[in-house]
């Protein structure tokens, strides 16, 4: 099968990137985080989003994490891989680099340092995807980039290139904007939700296909999944509701969010620490106690890691 043949559905977490307490990538953690998605039956994994704070890895770190992680999963999913980056001929590097390292497909920014025009925006997205042979989602997340991609803009994309084939939408109100792509696309764009998940259950009543949340709760997003599949609305939106304030504490501002994601990972033996890299921050006491009362009741696999084993 070709790469530009590969079909993207389902649930892909967002890989954390564990750190030791002093703060260097944890090989042995980051090879337990994997083998706890693919324990959850995650239909995929993807590196290097922004919930893998990719933008405090070193080059060297982020081709260490590839390696490891390309050596865990051996074939066993796809993995999409974050390429975006502050400008054009860094984005194509970065992009021919991913493919190379064993990406089965990239998830792109657009250039989120200096806000682009659309012409820039295009020219930036053509020469990535005329750079590499394997599927591109176009990463809609103005909240963490600062840059909105326009729907005309990615359908316009989608109409020029033929691997341009996917959307990562987490542009609020995310529900209009899917629907918006859906339709404006006929069909040429398959679209994820993001957010963490925050709209999960009313982006799959859209007509999404997917989701890329953080990677502390797979197993109630690949549950959730199946049970929509399946035609078990109820159930599935039932399920969701319950997971709601956890998914919800998970998108806490003021560069916490990717400690209590890393917390909820630690505190069942899935990763030694919870070391956030600046300018994220840690958590204390108090609000890791929020996060986890959020889980009472609920008992996520991340939490029953160790027993599991």
């Not at 990972?265 to 956030?276: F, M």
């Amino acid at each position: 099968m070709k790469h530009t043949q590969i079909k993207l559905e389902g649930v892909y977490p967002i890989l954390a990137t564990p750190f030791t307490s002093t703060g260097e990538v944890d090989e042995r953690s980051l090879r337990e985080l994997v083998r706890f998605q693919l324990a959850a039956k995650v239909d995929g994994i993807a590196l290097f989003g922004n919930a893998s704070e990719m933008y405090a890895l070193l080059d060297k770190e982020r081709e260490f994490i590839a390696e490891v992680v390309v050596d865990e999963v051996k074939g066993k999913v796809p993995l999409v891989f974050g390429s975006g980056h502050t400008g054009l001929e860094g984005a194509v590097q970065l992009s021919k680099w991913a493919q190379r390292a064993g990406a089965d497909a990239l998830m792109v920014l657009p250039p989120y340092m200096i806000k682009p025009d659309g012409k820039r925006m295009f020219e930036y997205f053509a020469a990535i995807s005329q750079a590499v042979d394997i599927p591109i989602m176009l990463q809609d997340a103005p909240i963490a980039s600062g840059v909105s991609i326009p729907v005309g803009t990615m359908v316009q994309l989608a109409k020029s290139f033929e691997n341009i084939t996917y959307v990562k939408v987490e542009a609020p109100p995310t529900t209009v904007k899917i629907t918006e792509v859906i339709e404006q696309s006929e069909g040429r764009l398959t679209v994820f939700g993001g957010l963490n998940g925050m709209y999960y259950y009313e982006e799959l009543c859209r007509g999404a296909k997917g989701i890329m949340p953080a990677c502390e709760f797979p197993d109630a997003c690949v549950q959730i999944y199946q049970l929509f599949t399946a035609g078990q609305h109820e159930a599935a939106r039932e399920l969701f509701y319950k997971y709601l304030p956890f998914i919800r504490i998970g998108t806490i501002a003021g560069g916490y969010a990717m400690a209590v994601h890393k917390e909820v990972l630690k505190a069942g033996g899935v990763i030694e620490s919870a070391y956030v890299r600046n300018p994220n921050a840690p958590i204390d006491d108090l609000l890791r106690r929020e996060v986890l009362e959020t889980l009472e009741g609920l008992n996520p696999l991340a939490l029953n890691w160790n027993r599991s084993e």
